[in-house]
């Protein structure tokens, strides 16, 4: 296919950019495969771009994105914090930004995951995929242009990092901008699904999604009861299958009841683990023996030790459960023989207590009828004879 040189010189009164995008769309025929976009690239003050709270997959740890949504931190206050708890040996920290978590960013060993290494290849290469943006207003800010983060969280935490690492031409980020959509449910519901099904994410980030979809269909299938008040929700199952359906019809990807459920039970892991295994992007079969473990220390000891010896689901499943069958056999087998000989002990202490209460005749009569009772039975016999003897030892006026 021969070249063709482009003059960017003498194109009249209209601006440059205008003659390229017109020229662009000349080119842009079925025949040579690509089509022009009307979407504009713009370069963006870091400062009046926000992060979305309601995304499922979160970046910082919890109490750093709880402040940022609340205002009480600003982006490049609480990358800064971040950066000075992986400094202070913070493990959480350190994966977040990569390997040992350096502020100067580039070490040897710094995992592909890290913003480290993100902004490394920012750094080296610029920002090869704009993020997307929508132009929103906010209360205490009328009439203010501020952008909240729709598509690109990563590459914008990595510039709030390379800002930090003394890079200012980071201080601008290139986004797409666009307007809040009229229908900002169907999108929401959209990036839901997309999420739940998308297998790049870590599971407590799809986890979320999950539940984020099944709360709302809990209300959106709510029927009223007639002649009440009232509303009755949808049972579980029913819940579970109207996600399945939901995440079908919007990523063409179907997840099972089943599916659904063992994703949202590893929202039942404390806040702090749920951010150490999205740091660590730990899947849904490492996760699922760890909720078998009891105690908070146990999950986290065991999610540590996955990360550091890169276990699968499977050699997880089994340290779980292997060193836990004969510790729990031992303690059931000794707790039964304590318990069936303390009632033995206590049964047999009665019945001397009741003997030795007894009157000279009665007391007699009685180890008669039991001798009567089991004649012929030489064990039995020598027990009797055995408990007489201890009896009248009890009963003799030496012992008193």
Same mark, same amino acid.
């Given at each position: 296919?021969a ?5 960017l ?20 025929? @079925? ?10 690239v ?32 600003s982006?490049?206050? @609480? ?28 070490e ?10 993100l ?6 290469v ?9 132009a ?11 952008y ?6 990563r ?31 169907l ?6 699904a ?8 870590s ?24 002649g ?13 299958e @109207? ?7 919007f990523a063409?990807?179907a ?15 404390p806040?702090?683990?749920?951010d ?35 276990l ?16 729990t ?9 304590e ?9 047999? @202490? ?7 209460s ?11 009828q ?10 039995v ?11 009248d030892d009890?009963l003799?006026?030496?012992?008193e």
């Amino acid at each position: 296919m021969a070249r063709r040189k482009i003059n960017l010189q003498n194109l009249g009164e209209s601006s440059p950019g205008e003659n390229i995008d017109d020229l662009v769309r000349g080119l842009g025929t @079925a025949d040579l495969g690509f089509a022009p976009t009307d979407k504009t690239v713009y370069e963006v003050d870091l400062d009046k771009i926000f992060p979305d709270p309601n995304q499922p997959r979160f970046v910082l740890p919890g109490d750093l994105r709880t402040q940022v949504n609340d205002g009480k931190l600003s982006p490049r206050e @609480a990358i800064e914090q971040l950066v000075s708890r992986a400094k202070s040996g913070d493990r959480l920290a350190r994966m977040i930004l990569g390997g040992d978590g350096s502020f100067a960013g580039g070490e040897e060993g710094v995992e592909d995951r890290g913003l480290h290494a993100l902004a490394d290849s920012i750094l080296s290469v610029g920002l090869r995929q704009p993020i997307n943006v929508y132009a929103v207003t906010r209360d205490d800010e009328p009439g203010v242009a501020v952008y909240q983060v729709a598509e690109g969280e990563r590459r914008y935490w990595a510039h709030q990092l390379l800002v930090l690492r003394g890079h200012g031409e980071f201080r601008r980020i290139r986004c797409v901008i666009e307007p809040l959509p009229d229908d900002e449910t169907l999108i929401r519901r959209r990036q839901q699904a997309e999420n739940a099904a998308r297998q790049d994410l870590s599971a407590i980030a799809r986890a979320r999604a999950i539940r984020q979809i099944r709360d709302r269909l809990r209300l959106d299938l709510g029927t009223r009861v007639p002649g009440e008040t009232t509303i009755k929700l949808p049972s579980q199952r029913e819940l579970d299958e @109207a996600v399945g359906k939901e995440v079908k019809a919007f990523a063409g990807r179907a997840i099972g009841g089943r599916m659904v459920r063992n994703y949202l039970r590893l929202l039942n892991l404390p806040a702090d683990l749920q951010d150490l295994a999205e740091a660590a992007q730990l899947t849904e079969k490492q996760l699922r023996p760890v909720m078998q473990l009891k105690t908070e220390d146990e999950q986290r000891e065991m999610m540590l030790q996955i990360i550091d010896q890169r276990l699968s689901g499977r050699a997880v499943a089994s340290l779980v459960a292997e060193p836990r069958k004969p510790k729990t056999l031992k303690r059931v087998s000794t707790v039964g023989v304590e318990e069936r000989l303390s009632r033995r002990l206590y049964q047999a @202490a009665k019945t001397v207590y009741e003997l030795v209460s007894l009157g000279d005749e009665a007391y007699e009569a009685a180890l008669e009828q039991i001798a009567e009772r089991f004649a012929g039975d030489e064990v039995v016999e020598g027990a009797l004879f055995a408990m007489r003897k201890l009896l009248d030892d009890l009963l003799s006026p030496s012992s008193e």
